[in-house]
């Protein structure tokens, strides 16, 4: 069992390691610690006020060390499970595919909404009152300020790429003044500032945004307008590692399947820890919950090289994108 004290200590020692240099192979493996890491989406002080009840709750009801990772960015918490530094962690849809093919992950869950249906949007967001509108954005003019999501990001890179950007042959470092890459807490105020003309962002951000209550929060929404909006993208993969032991997979498994689950007055407790880490509670999921971000990556692939018009990379991302069709026919009939 870990005490809030221990929580917030461990998270501000992991998410400072995780800012820094790239991870390297863990030197210990102790099999009663699990290190679940986290993406900073917004700062870390905020992350670890919202996290540290369900980390006690997973520390309680499994009996393991649970020890939160913050990564400054999507690749620290992918290198990190690389080097086996983390045992499981929260991914968004792209980065999850790449913890999948590149640090021998698994994907065992995925989260829901808190209420609603599942899914969000990737957005571009502007300053209320600028005049800036996408068709503007889209001239490329090399006039505009834009800030993207880290590279690994499904909301803030992948989705406008394979749904605005690339199907007009726009590289967007060709194509604004400057491109500036953060966090999706970080843009929204870059725009509402007049830092940044325009931003990529989430829908479920947005929404976090404006539930906070800090004035600068408040007037940070007040100032934003939505000009672009993606089809619905799935919701965030939950991803451990392939190798992890089988009793402690089950375990976790057994924690993240029953959390927030009943009408009893402690999954009515569990419900509102879990939103305040914005989910509902977690469904199982494997391999196939990926198929919608890979094909959103062929997709982005073959209309890059029919641009650039490279036959071979055309045939190789349809083949791709063929495969993923495939696999999406399968488990429909399945």
């Known amino acids: 069992m870990i005490s809030r004290k221990s929580v917030l200590g461990l998270a501000l020692l992991a998410g400072l390691a995780a800012c820094g240099k790239p991870a390297q192979k863990a030197a210990t493996a102790d099999p009663d610690v699990i290190r679940f890491s986290i993406a900073s989406t917004e700062n870390v002080q905020a992350q670890q006020k919202s996290w540290t009840p369900f980390l006690e709750d997973f520390a309680k009801a499994t009996g393991l060390k649970v020890q939160p990772y913050f990564g400054s960015n999507y690749t620290?918490?992918?290198?990190?499970?690389?080097?086996?530094?983390?045992?499981?962690?929260?991914?968004?849809?792209?980065?999850?595919?790449?913890?999948?093919?590149?640090?021998?992950?698994?994907?065992?869950?995925?989260?829901?909404?808190?209420?609603?249906?599942?899914?969000?949007q990737s957005v571009i967001v502007v300053r209320k009152g600028s005049g800036l509108t996408l068709d503007k954005l889209l001239k490329c003019d090399h006039t505009i300020d834009f800030g993207m999501g880290d590279a690994k990001s499904t909301s803030g890179t992948l989705a406008p790429m394979t749904y605005l950007f690339a199907p007009r042959n726009i590289?967007?470092?060709?194509?604004?003044?400057?491109?500036?890459?953060?966090?999706?807490?970080?843009?929204?105020?870059?725009?509402?500032?007049?830092?940044?003309?325009?931003?990529?962002?989430?829908?479920?951000?947005?929404?976090?945004?404006a539930s906070k209550t800090e004035p600068a929060a408040q007037a940070a929404m007040k100032n934003l307008q939505v000009i672009w909006t993606s089809p619905t993208i799935p919701e965030d993969p939950m991803v451990w590692r392939a190798d992890l032991d089988p009793a402690i997979k089950a375990k976790i498994a057994k924690f993240f399947f029953s959390y927030g689950v009943g009408d009893t007055p402690e999954a009515k407790r569990q419900r509102a820890v879990l939103k305040e880490i914005e989910t509902g509670p977690f469904h199982p999921a494997d391999a196939s919950h990926l198929l919608p971000v890979r094909e959103m990556e062929a997709t982005e692939l073959l209309i890059e090289a029919r641009n650039k018009k490279d036959s071979a990379a055309a045939a190789k991302a349809q083949a791709m994108l063929d495969a993923v069709h495939a696999e999406q026919k399968a488990k429909a009939g399945s």
Not at 93 to 109: D, I, K, T, Y
């Open 76 to 120: 620290a918490l992918i290198e990190a499970m690389r080097f086996k530094q983390t045992e499981m962690g929260w991914f968004t849809n792209q980065s999850g595919l790449e913890a999948v093919r590149r640090s021998g992950g698994e994907v065992f869950a995925r989260t829901s909404k808190p209420q609603g249906p599942d899914g969000y």
């Open 171 to 209: 590289t967007p470092s060709n194509c604004f003044k400057t491109v500036k890459s953060a966090n999706h807490e970080a843009n929204l105020l870059a725009v509402s500032t007049g830092v940044l003309d325009a931003a990529t962002n989430n829908t479920q951000s947005m929404v976090r945004l």
